[in-house]
C-alpha cells in the first residue's frame, strides 16, 4: 500500500497530495513526459524549458472548489468536480485557478479498509488514454488521518524541477 499525504498551499488553500514522498505533479510529469514529446509543438524548447513545463502544468484545487476536502477525496465530490463518464474526480486542476482548464481525474474507490485511485485521465488529451500513474492504495485510516491533519505551507512546496528531472534534462 501507498503512503498519502495532503497538503495546503498559499493564501487561497489549494490542496496538495503525496503519493509515497512525491507530489501528485511530479507523477503526473513523469506520465505524461512521453506523450507531450510525441505531439507536435510550435515552439522551441530547451530540455530544461520541457521540464519546467511539465512540472507546472497542475496545481492544487482551492478549497473553496472543493467544498469538503474529506468528501471530495473520498469519491462523494460536487457534480461538477467529477467526470461522470469516466466515473472519475479531479485530484489536481491548472495552475491559472480555473481547474476546468486543465484538470487531472482519477476514480476513487473507497471501501472500509482502503482508498484505491486508479484510472487517471486528462480529459482534454482523450487520445493518451489511462495515464501510467497508479493504482495507489492506501489504508483508510491512515488517508482520513492524512485528510484530517492537512498541513499548510505559505508558499507552493513544489518550488524547483526535482532533482532527477533537472539533472537528466529530459
Known sequence: MQ?????????????????DGADLRVHAADAIRPLWLQEESPYERTPEDTE???????????????????????????????????????VLGCPCSIWECWPL????????????????????????????????VFPRPVYENALAHAVHHAEDPLTALPPSAAADGA
Open 3 to 19: 503512503h498519502v499525504e495532503f497538503f495546503t498551499y498559499m493564501s487561497d488553500r489549494l490542496w496538495g497530495i503525496r503519493v
Open 105 to 136: 481525474f482519477t476514480h476513487i474507490t473507497a471501501t472500509p479498509e482502503t482508498v484505491t485511485w486508479s484510472g487517471f485521465r486528462q480529459p482534454h488529451r482523450p487520445a493518451w488514454g489511462e495515464l501510467p500513474i497508479g493504482p495507489f
Open 52 to 90: 519546467d513545463f511539465l512540472f507546472k502544468q497542475y496545481a492544487g484545487m482551492t478549497e473553496s472548489t472543493l467544498g469538503d476536502p474529506v468528501r471530495h477525496f473520498l469519491g462523494d465530490a460536487a457534480p461538477e468536480l467529477r467526470n461522470t463518464a469516466a466515473d472519475a474526480t479531479a
